[in-house]
């Protein structure tokens, strides 16, 4: 049975730990590719992934979802219970999938005998009205998914993997389609999921200032110093392995020389 005080700490678990890492070191064919790391991922959060072109990301997020074993080190859930989704860099969908957005999404709900229920429950319709609007693609639920923009078909992917409701969430570049203003108002409405229904929320992003504003935390990876920065938006951005590979622009204790800070004469 479980007690009122059991019942109320069961409402507060809005930083629960979900996956951890240990010592984990990732890499292909036994070569470490990044430094070990230890980590935790935690419900309500929402962490971006940073890093240049070949720097690891993508490496790590496999990793995390078991789809690549770590070289050395471990990752592991919490619990068995924990539910993950993830939509990869580029998503296997067919582009000349004869179905519309709408639907792809509901398929994020099905698993074995769902199927056999074309229509779905009124629980999981819901569901999917809510995904569409987080993702921003109610408008577009209805129109073939072959015909949608590349940003739109973002949208679409992103509704279908909210969905599911899982309690982890792992989006790789969902946003590298879509516009700046889009890509802004995504970010923003990941961050509410994640603080609003106790989600963990980790997107892999190039936008560095979108992902500074929208995440709690920021993850720098380079594989080229060897380094992973874990903290918020000052300290990576500040951090000498981001400005070696970023520059001083990022960072507001080190401004780029020819624009000093503070109002100007004149
Ligand atoms: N299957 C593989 N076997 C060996 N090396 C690989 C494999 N897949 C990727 N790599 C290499 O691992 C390195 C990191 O790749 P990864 O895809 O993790 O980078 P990324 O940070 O996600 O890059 P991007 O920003 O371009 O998506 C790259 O040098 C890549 O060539």
Excluded at 54 to 75: D, E, Y
Excluded at 119 to 144: C, K, M, N, Q, Y
Excluded at 187 to 207: C, F, I, P, T
Aim: charged share 25%; hydrophobic share 40%; glycine share 8%.
């Amino acid at each position: 049975m479980v007690t009122e005080a059991e019942h109320k700490h069961s409402h507060e678990h809005t930083k629960d730990v979900l996956l951890c890492c240990e010592d984990l070191v990732i890499g292909y064919d036994g070569k470490p590719m990044l430094p070990p790391v230890d980590f935790q991922v935690r419900r309500g959060t929402f962490l971006a992934v940073i890093g240049r072109n070949g720097s690891g990301k993508s490496t790590w997020f496999k990793t995390l979802l078991g789809l690549l074993p770590p070289v050395s080190g471990r990752v592991f859930r919490s619990s068995p219970h924990v539910k993950s989704a993830y939509v990869p860099q580029t998503t296997g969908i067919d582009a000349l999938l004869p179905v519309r957005a709408g639907e792809l999404v509901r398929w994020g709900r099905m698993s074995g005998w769902n199927f056999m229920w074309p229509f779905g429950a009124r629980g999981d319709r819901r569901a999917v009205e809510r995904a569409l609007d987080t993702a921003g693609a109610l408008s577009i639920a209805h129109r073939p998914y072959r015909e949608l923009s590349e940003g739109q078909k973002q949208r679409a992917l992103l509704a279908r993997v909210l969905a599911t409701e899982a309690d982890l969430v792992l989006l790789d570049e969902p946003t590298a389609a879509m516009d700046a203003v889009a890509e802004r108002e995504t970010m923003k409405r990941l961050a509410e999921l994640a603080h609003g229904q106790g989600l963990a929320v980790v997107v892999v992003s190039h936008d560095l200032r979108v992902a500074a504003e929208s995440a709690d935390q920021l993850l720098f990876v380079d594989r080229e110093t060897k380094s992973v920065v874990l903290g918020d938006a000052d300290t990576v951005f500040c951090h000498p392995a981001f400005r070696r590979q970023y520059g001083d622009e990022y960072c507001p204790r080190h401004p780029p020389s020819g624009h000093p800070r503070g109002p100007t004469a004149g």
